[in-house]
Each structure stands twice: as structure tokens, then as C-alpha cells.
RNA sequence: CGGGGUGUAGCGCAGUUGGUAGCGUGCGUCGUUCGGGACGACGAGGUCGCAAGUUCGAAUCUUGUCACCCCGACCA
């Protein structure tokens, strides 16, 4: 299997056929037997369940609760808000009936035809529709506000194409849902969820991620400005891994969600929204992985460190099983999470390329010379360098090893999209370095027009407006117009 | 929806001019092994995507059909 991989390398043409094999191979997920949903695996699983509890656990610090709306959305909410119908028309699963019947020929069952409904149900493709119209029912005066819920969820978007994690047909995420009073409260909790979206990306994924703002024409449907963040791939191509949208008053006027002002006014609500998926999950892969499989941050990995018994016979492995069991307990004890492998149906060696395929931070070999010498092999996934280590205090070196692995994946990351980011001044020379991949930092006028013509040309499009960085003025590569300061261009997934 | 490709054992594949269904891996049992994907022996495992046609005979030829994959178009 790990052969099989070494022939495609993260920079090659058929990156994403390595993307597609390395997740399956890696135990993380497959296909299904429905064209274009993914069955994500146990091992797939377990990161995500991780991600999960630390976007939770810094969602509950930033005063978010959590809460459920129904999977199905009436056909007439979804048209109450123009440009969001607009946006999100065209890839919407529809329920139309609600009952089966047997075949009269008997082949088999049918749809019933006197089961049809009324209205027609849509499979949310996001919840903004059926959860304004539930706030209205909340929201009476400004005591009310803020609502700040967020939901654990699936969403079906009937894309044309799909590819694991990165989209699917269904897929699973959360998606926070604001209410306020003014706009500078929901501009400001817009702008925190961004905030929590990167450090998250940041400290937990070890992926590095730009701020900023979506221009017009990327922007989410539906939105007054939609944040962003976005990373950098191995194979050149960006992707875009959160969003925060600053709804304006667009859900409330659609939804006639007003309130009591303290002064007595009657006033439309503020509104937010804000969502990350399992995509996540592929910027995790595409980011870290190399030749010889994944590469996990030790933040998410569902073991941290993998230990293999190396051994002759059933009496060693016992002197051997004997020894681990204290350094097990001893890692356990500080947080580390630790899988013994001592199943005897498969060798040192190919659990070995094993766990690098699946990603595991550390391994560690114990033999009979480990036994001798009270030492133990540790191995990195990072660096893929080994060293023989004294049994004495190993937990506190691991536990420090960990956090050095963390760091380390993180800065390789960082590393390499600075290197792949450069600043272009003309049209021409960005023609050509769009080529090589990475990030191009240019000015642009702000049209759409502009934006529209750059995408046709070389398929790349404004990845955002960043919030951070340069910001000086400058004139636009292609009209020469005047630009407030440079955007972040590349070619998207 | 356009262009290309693939459907044969759990997985990955071969199958020439139409003539007994194969290989690798995995799986089961036994033995030797075990510091980077071990080896030997024996064994189990098949509606060749589906349908029709040509033929004495079809995995192979013809027609139809279905499914999946890749490249585009599309995509908070």
C-alpha cells in the first residue's frame, strides 16, 4: 500500500487522486453506495468527534449554546429571501411525498401518488430560513437578544461533483445562528467567530489560515460581508476552510423578526451566521500528509502514541507487555492517549508503515534490547527520524515531544505557504506565477468586472480581502485604477 | 450536461485469435519467524455489472442498459 502512495507525490498533476486514495487507504472514509455521500469510517471519525469538542468547547467560552432545528425546510422559506433562493436553488434535495406502497406488478415498492404533499419539503442546505422563522416567535424586545445558538448538524447541497470531504452531497458541520439588536454587536460576533475559526485552524489543525473578507461576488448568499478564512494545500490551491457571514438585516426583514428597542422603537434584528464542516478534515490531510501517508497534529490524532513489542517469543512479550503497561499508565496520566499494539497476526515492520499511513504523532518499539538497556525507540511522524530513548522519565519526553510535533508540523505548514505567496505588480507576470499555485498578493480595483475577468483568464479567483498584513495603497494590475490595499488570489478548491 | 475511462474472488488486477475462471494480496489451519510491510505447506472464496443477440460454444463479438471513476462545466 505505502508503495502504491510513494508513486504520487502531494505536488503532482494527480493530487487529488493521491488526496482521494490516501483517505481511503488511511482508514478515514469511503464512498457509498450513494452517489457522491461519504461514509466517514471510525478512524475518520474519531478526528472529527475531536474537532467537534474543542470548536465546542470555544464556542460555549464565546457564550453559545447549543440547540436543534428540523432537517426538512418548507419550500416558500427558502423563497423568502431573494438572493439566498438564488444562491442555493439549484443544488437542493426536494421531498415531495411520504409514503411508499408495494408495486401493483409486484416488483417491488412505489412511490405512493396519493401521498403527495401539500408543500414540498427541501433538505436544508443551511438553516438560516427555518431558524429565523423559529426566532421570530422568540424575539420580542431587545431583552431577548442577543440569541447566540449553534447546531451540530447534516446539510445536503446536490453538488454536480464531488470528492471526499471537501464536498460532498451531505456533509456534517456546525452552523452558529445570531440574533441582535445593533449592527455593531453582529458585526462584532461576526468577526470573533472568524477569530475562533483561525485560532482553532491554527493551534488545534496546525494549519495556517488568512483572514479576511469575501469579495461580492464570493460572498454568501444572502450575507451584507461574508469572513473567511483560508488556507494554503500542498498542491497550490487554496481552501476555503470557515466562514462567517455578517447577515445585515436581510433574514430579519424576510422573516419580519423585529423587536422593541429600549427607546420604544420597533427595529429589525441584527443577524450572524457562521459554519465550518468536515472539510475541514481535508484541509487537515492536504495540508500535512506526505509520501508516506498522513501526518496528524498530536491536538487531534485519536492516538497520540502507538507502541509495537518487538519479540521472539511468548515469555519476552510478557517481559515486554509487563514493561509497557507502566509506561501506558505513566502517559495516561499526563493526557497522553497511548495504543499498546501487541495483536501477534501482523509484524513490527508493517505495523510500522501502518500507523505512519494512518498518521500516528509518535511511535514507539520495545525489543529485547530495549529490555536490556531499559530504553525505548521513539519515532517521529513529522520528521520520520528515530531515537533510542532511556525508559526513565520517557512520559514527560514524550509529552514535551508532542507539543514539539505540534509546533513543528505547523511552522513546516507556515513555512510553506510563505514561500508559495508572492507579490505580483502586473497582469502579465501574474498570468504567469498563478502557474506555480500558492497565494498571489496583487491590487485590484474592487470591480466585479475586474474580478469576473482575472477568473476567466487564469481560473483564479479573490480568495478574500485580507484583514491583516500589508495594507497599503496601490493601483490596480489590470485597469491601472486606484486600490485600497493588495488581495489574496489563488486557485481554489 | 460534454470529453475520456472502468465494471472479472473481500481488495488490486490479468485474461492473447471465441474453446475447462486466473494472478497478487487478503482470509482460514499448521509450522518456522518477528529491530521497517516475513516464509513454506494445505485450504475456502466467482451469477465475469445487467439484458438481449450472433455462435456448437461468449469474460472475450454485436446492440442496449445500469453503475462507478477521472477531466471540464458548477460549487456557503
Known sequence: ???????????????????????????????????????????????????????????????????????????SFLSKEADHVEGFAKECAVVTHYRLKNSPDGSGVVVD???????????????????????????????DLPIMCNQWANVVRWEMRTRLFLRTAE??????HTAHATQEEAVAEARQMLDVYAKFAEEFMAVPVHKGVKSESERFAGAVDTYTIEAMMQDGKALQSGTSHFLG????????????????????????????????????????????????????????????????????LAQINEKVAGIVTKLKALGVSVKYDNADNKKPGWKFSEYELKGVPVRMAMGGRDLENNTVEVAR??????????????ENYIKGLLDEIQANIYKKAYDFREETTQKVETYAEFKEKIEEGGFILAHWDGTAETEALIKEETKATIRCIPLEGDKTSGVCMVTGKPSAQRVLFARAY
Open 113 to 143: 401518488p396519493d401521498a403527495k404533499l401539500e408543500e414540498e419539503l427541501i433538505v436544508r442546505p443551511t438553516s438560516e430560513t427555518i431558524i429565523w422563522n423559529t426566532y421570530k416567535n422568540w424575539i420580542q424586545s431587545y431583552r
Open 171 to 176: 456533509f456534517l458541520w456546525q452552523e452558529g
Open 1 to 75: 500500500m505505502a508503495k502504491e502512495l510513494k508513486e504520487l507525490t502531494p505536488r503532482s498533476v494527480s493530487y487529488s487522486q493521491w488526496y482521494q486514495d490516501l483517505v481511503i487507504k488511511a482508514d478515514l472514509a469511503e464512498n457509498s453506495a450513494v452517489r457522491g455521500c461519504m461514509v466517514i469510517k471510525p478512524y475518520g471519525y474519531a478526528i472529527w468527534e475531536k474537532m467537534q469538542r474543542y470548536l465546542d468547547d470555544m464556542f460555549k467560552e464565546t457564550g453559545h449554546v447549543n440547540a436543534y432545528f428540523p432537517l426538512f425546510i418548507p419550500k
Open 249 to 316: 438585516q436581510n433574514f430579519a426583514k424576510a422573516f419580519d423578526v423585529t423587536f422593541a428597542s429600549k427607546e420604544g422603537t420597533r427595529d429589525y434584528v441584527w443577524a450572524t451566521s457562521w459554519g465550518v464542516s468536515t472539510r475541514l478534515m481535508g484541509a487537515l490531510i492536504m495540508t500535512h500528509s506526505d509520501d508516506n501517508g498522513l501526518v496528524l497534529p498530536p491536538k487531534l490524532a485519536p492516538f497520540q502514541v502507538v507502541i509495537v513489542p518487538i519479540y521472539r517469543n511468548d515469555e519476552q
Open 381 to 394: 511522524r513529522d520528521t520520520l527520524t528515530k531515537e533510542t530513548i532511556s525508559c526513565d522519565n520517557i
